[in-house]
């Protein structure tokens, strides 16, 4: 089982997720708050975090730096909202990415293979 925080404000992005990721085993911990998602991160004992690019009035990029920031950092997946935003995810730290709208399989491949494990 991996438990996966989903950092995201947008109610049609957390169900996207939830629908994507809720096959099977995966404990899933919804979290909308950017400022503590690092924090969430440590604490729900997250295996990944899977980051919506806009969250609130702090971007998917400098929540995925916060995670990396960690002792102990989880893979990120970032959902990003166009193609050109693939070379700031990697400059970011983000393990993998997908661009939305994702298919079910899209984000399950990105999660796996951000976390060897899904």
Not at 28 to 48: G, K, N, Q, R, W
Not at 59 to 64: P, R
Request: hydrophobic letters at 55%.
């Amino acid at each position: 089982m991996s438990r996966i925080l989903v950092v995201a404000d947008d109610e049609w992005v957390v169900n996207e997720v939830h629908a994507a990721l809720s096959i099977g085993e995966n404990d899933l911990i919804d979290h909308a708050d950017p400022a503590t998602a690092a924090a969430a991160v440590a604490e729900e004992s997250a295996d990944v975090a899977v980051v919506d690019l806009q969250v609130a009035s702090m971007g998917g990029m400098a929540i995925t730096r916060s995670i990396r920031d960690l002792a102990d950092p989880v893979p990120v997946v970032l959902l990003l909202d166009r193609e050109a935003d693939a070379f700031l995810a990697g400059r970011a730290g983000a393990n993998s990415w997908v661009i939305k709208p994702f298919s079910t399989s899209a984000l399950r491949t990105a999660v796996a293979d951000a976390s060897g494990a899904v």
